[in-house]
């Protein structure tokens, strides 16, 4: 079992940045790929960035790439996403997850809370 705790959320301006971090506990952290989700009102849940179990290889779609960067650092059992030139659209609840398999797409295991990121205009 693995529980993730996201923190780092607020309101930012348009231009902006923001950190997240979320913090795991258990043994297992460092054997799961990792991966931050989000949902904006009324949107399907999106994955915004992914990263392997040793940090070598991550994920970003279109919306994202260039702008959000995730990292880990496996003896503190934290993922990081740091989200720079922030957008209105990027409005939305931040969830961490844990995938237990390999590859850093599909379905996760383990979920965090969620924390909410709002961007003014």
């Known amino acids: 079992q693995v529980q993730l705790v996201e923190s780092g959320g607020g309101l930012v301006q348009a231009g902006g940045s923001l950190r997240l971090s979320c913090t795991a506990s258990g043994r297992t952290f460092s054997t799961c790929n990792m991966g931050w989700f989000r949902r904006a009102p009324g949107k399907e849940r999106e994955l915004v960035a992914a990263i392997t179990r040793g940090g070598g290889m991550t994920y970003y779609p279109d919306s994202v790439k260039g702008r959000f960067t995730i990292s880990r650092d496996n003896a503190k059992n934290t993922v990081y996403l740091q989200m720079n030139s922030l957008k209105p659209e990027d409005t939305a609840i931040y969830y961490c997850?844990?995938?237990?398999?390999?590859?850093?797409?599909?379905?996760?295991?383990?979920w965090g809370q969620g924390t909410q990121v709002t961007v003014s205009s």
């Open positions: 997850a844990a995938r237990r398999l390999d590859g850093l797409l599909g379905s996760y295991d383990y």
